[in-house]
């Protein structure tokens, strides 16, 4: 036989029981929904303007390059930036066709300030690019050359800092571009810019959060009642 204080103690325990379940049951929910979304949000390089200190060359093949100025635009923001990086020529140039592959050596360094950064690679097919990227060189008559250089452009996942830091992914397609220069001449002018393409966020837990708050909040209206 229950008395009437037992059974509201088993009442209490049953109310108390079924919210810890919910409790984990949401935090689980949470969790699972934190993991598995995704957010592709639009991203383009507008403009970019910089140097490459040399012209890289088979006996020379790797060459620093920099963006001293350019825009970009992620989502509806416009944004700011400089940049650093490092290219690598994968083979001489066709002789047939002047085209050569090639492949960051290190990610280029996107500086948008305020502490937001994000690394990106180009023509890297371990960082998600189909291909490397190909650089049409074109001879000229009186000895200079101009060059345009294609390439995909992923992200290098978690290098992401500040508004960039959930960045798992993504990609976009860059063109480059220069005008004559003397190619045995160093600092030659480029510019570059992108089509439109994404970069993937995995978004902050907040749902984890508010799912937990709501279950303290409930907890503690039972053990008012209780008293």
Known sequence: MIVNGSKAAVSFFLLTTNCLVLLVGALGIALVGTANAQINVPFQVTSGVGTVDRLPS?????????????????????????????????????PMTGIAPFESALPVLFDFGNGDTLAIHY????????????????????????????????????????????????????????????????????????????LTFVPEPSSLAMAGAAALVMLARLRRRRR
């Open 123 to 198: 023509g890297r097919t371990d960082f998600g690019a189909p291909t490397s990227g190909m650089v049409q060189l074109t001879p000229l008559p009186d000895g200079m050359v101009d060059t345009q250089w294609l390439a995909v452009f992923n992200p290098v996942p978690g290098s992401g800092t500040g508004q960039f830091e959930g960045v798992i992914g993504g990609a976009f397609f860059m063109t480059a571009e220069t005008d004559p220069f003397d190619p045995t001449g160093t600092d030659f002018a480029y510019s570059w810019s992108s089509d439109v393409g994404s």
């Open 58 to 94: 088979p006996t020379d093949p790797e060459q620093n390059h920099v963006i001293n100025s350019g825009t970009a635009v992620l989502g509806g923001n416009a944004l700011t930036y400089t940049a650093t990086a490092r290219v690598r020529l994968l083979a001489p140039p066709n």
